[in-house]
């Protein structure tokens, strides 16, 4: 069935692999897709284009349940991707369908806990930020869900396995096959754990890459690449007892911001944002350890600080780098790069899941039969990959900017950031429609940057207006002729980078 021939010899593979002469005429094609990495990206589109009646190989190194600690969280835009992705409990076309279910099944059966919005902390105040309320229900808000990563995954690879004109196999993609130009992708090889045949060769129309934020094959084909400015030390919190039940906890200090929320029934997830640098958390201040202890279990909600210094006793410390990736066009015929290994964002949001499955989606609808009749036309799938790369723009730079701007004011400990962090609580703290378009913005739900661009603007006079208010008369006109510019100034530090990466990149 699979074709044993390939037309170009790879730069990964061992020197002494030697690969016959590469070919001047198509290979015999495999599939219509071939799609490396069997994550939410990867599983989701193999669905989405196996229900297209596209032939879908789906590559996965290991199909064992992944031990991650980074997407647990799928906010209300994300379960309604999930479900017009056909991964729903009912399998609508997607064309026609709303997106109101609200259960999907690949959350169904592992212990997934229903998120209602968000429970934010700051020097012993709170705020209560619910989802927006759903259009169709009157009084009765979205819905995100919480979970083991690992469990998802596995649900997912399940749905793929058992998707018609789908094959899902188990083995590590080495490297991608060109065509006799080197211009074109064709295919890719595989490397065999064990058997005679170490290495195979597989042919497709369209290559679809989708290998996680620790991508292989991202700097061979995108321009830009990842940048760290914190890593998330996370732990497993056993009986916590949190303020709010079923919404995501987010508390804000003079010290970088801590997440929580439960994975299951009895388990919660914290994660400890801690910069590059951090003196509280360096080997002579006692280290990682010492900094839980000192910096994060004081300003916790009391009612779940024994719980968390039980697990820092435990010492299961689990750590993932916080990245920004801006995504760019892409220019390779024959491939398309997906989900984290094309754009990343700082998961202060918990939105980085979301923000693939819309991808998905979008691709899926762009490329579907009705659209592209044939993926063997090289021509029209790179100009609707290009196009994927600017309509994809009104929900994921939502989601992007809001991630990577709202980061550095929630983590700063300086005068001029600390007026825009208690701004931004305040106007949390109001609640109504600026709340409500806040948390849709966060949730995937609202993706117009014109809506982002009205609340950056209130929140920023609303922290002029609460600084203001707060100093004594004499101070004032300082306050209006110095303190504001400054606080503008630094708000088009924060934004500007973003707004002319996500916008114009």
Known sequence: ???????????????????????????????????????????SAAVAFGKQGRRVLLFEK????PDRVSGELLQPGGVKALNRLGLGSECPDSRAWTGQLIAAACLEGIDAVPCYGY???????????????????PGTREEGRSFR????????????????????????????????????VLGVITEAASGERKYRHFFASLVMISDGYASTFRKRFLPNKPSIRSKFWALELEHAELPCSNYGHVVLSNHPPILLYRIDDTTTRIFIDVPTGLPSASPKAGGIRAHMLNVVL??????????????????????????????????????????????????????????????????????????????????????VVKKFHWVRKSSASVINILAMSLYPICAANDPTLNVLKNGLFRYFQR???????????????????????????????????????EVPLWKKPWVLGV??????????VLLGPYLDWEIWG
């Open 62 to 65: 290991s199909l064992k349940e």
């Open 431 to 469: 609640g109504g429609r600026a709340v409500e378009e806040s948390c849709g913005m966060l949730a995937g739900l609202v993706d117009n940057l014109a809506v982002l661009e009205k609340h950056v603007l209130a929140v920023l006079f609303y922290s002029i207006w609460l600084r203001l208010c």
């Open 483 to 492: 303190e504001a510019f400054v606080v503008l100034w630094q708000t088009i």
């Open 149 to 184: 990563h690992g469990k998802f995954v596995q649900k997912l690879r399940q749905e793929a396995m058992n998707t018609a004109n789908v094959t899902v196999i188990e083995s590590k993609v080495k490297d991608v096959i060109r065509d006799w130009t080197g211009d074109r």
């Open 298 to 383: 004081p300003v916790l909600p009391p009612r779940c600080q024994q719980s968390f210094r039980e697990a820092v006793d435990r010492g299961k410390f689990l750590s993932m780098p916080n990245c920004y990736l801006a995504d760019s066009e892409q220019t390779t015929p024959g491939l398309m790069i997906l989900g984290d290994a094309m754009n990343m964002r700082h998961p202060l949001t918990g939105a980085g899941m979301t923000v693939a499955l819309k991808d998905v989606l979008l691709i899926s609808e762009l490329l579907s039969p009705d659209n592209v009749p044939s993926l063997e036309d090289a021509d029209a799938v790179l100009k």
């Open 119 to 137: 429970w934010v902390s700051y020097n012993g105040e709170a705020a209560q930020i619910p989802y927006p309320e759903r259009p169709d229900r």
């Open 1 to 43: 069935m699979f074709s044993d021939a390939v037309s170009f010899s790879p730069s990964t593979l061992p020197s002494n692999y030697s690969p016959p002469p590469r070919a001047q005429q198509m290979p015999p094609r495999d599939a219509d897709i071939i799609i490396v990495g069997g994550g939410v990206a990867g599983c």
